[in-house]
């Protein structure tokens, strides 16, 4: 569907500045995007390596695991199927650090192996990764790193000022995300389909 969505877009465009006689300004603003684009990628691939590197640091001094043991008591209630499942406890508590620092591009490969871990095998979602997929969307984040690297690179002078508003809105749809989530689990539906 987004294929279709692109492709109208720029057939839209094409089709206005034929029309209206713009088709230079059309062609500047491609390569001008495209050029955007790509130092945007660059810029932001740096934080992304750091970042990265230094959750893979982490787990290697074993912070990780002291981390998982710490959000063991809210990740086991959340999720009551990482208790007796640690490769779903590390996966999940791994990918709540990486959103709470605001990387999360680096937290989707804890968070594919969490919904990895937390599948039952029956061939729909289970409660816990209704939650966890609630939880990821919401992205509670401390540091909201990936914001504030495209705030600094289209030239905001405080590019964390915005952290507080960040916070209250994840808060508000986490709890927004876990009341509904709960309101489906106790209305009946015990799986949800895939």
Not at 37 to 47: D, H, P, W
């Amino acid at each position: 569907m987004l294929n279709v969505i692109w492709a109208g877009m720029i057939i839209v465009s094409l089709f206005c500045a034929v029309i209206t006689g713009r088709m230079p300004e059309l062609s500047a603003a491609v390569f001008q995007g495209a050029q955007s684009a790509v130092e945007l990628i660059l810029s932001m691939a740096g934080m992304m390596a750091a970042w990265t590197g230094l959750l893979k640091i982490a787990e290697s001094g074993g912070l990780t695991a002291l981390l998982s043991r710490a959000l063991g008591p809210v990740i086991g209630r959340l999720f009551p199927d990482c208790k007796q499942k640690p490769e779903a406890m590390h996966a999940v508590s791994m990918n709540l650090t990486a959103n709470f620092l605001g990387i999360g591009n680096a937290a989707t490969p804890m968070g594919i192996a969490a919904m990895k871990a937390l599948d039952n095998g029956s061939g729909a979602a289970s409660n816990s990764m209704v939650r966890f997929v609630v939880l990821n969307t919401a992205s509670i984040q401390l540091i909201p790193t990936t914001l504030g690297i495209l705030r600094a690179q289209y030239g905001a002078q405080a590019p964390f000022d915005i952290m507080p508003a960040v916070w209250l809105v994840s808060v508000a749809a986490l709890a927004v995300g876990l009341l509904a989530a709960g309101i489906f689990e106790k209305g009946g539906n015990k799986k949800w389909n895939k």
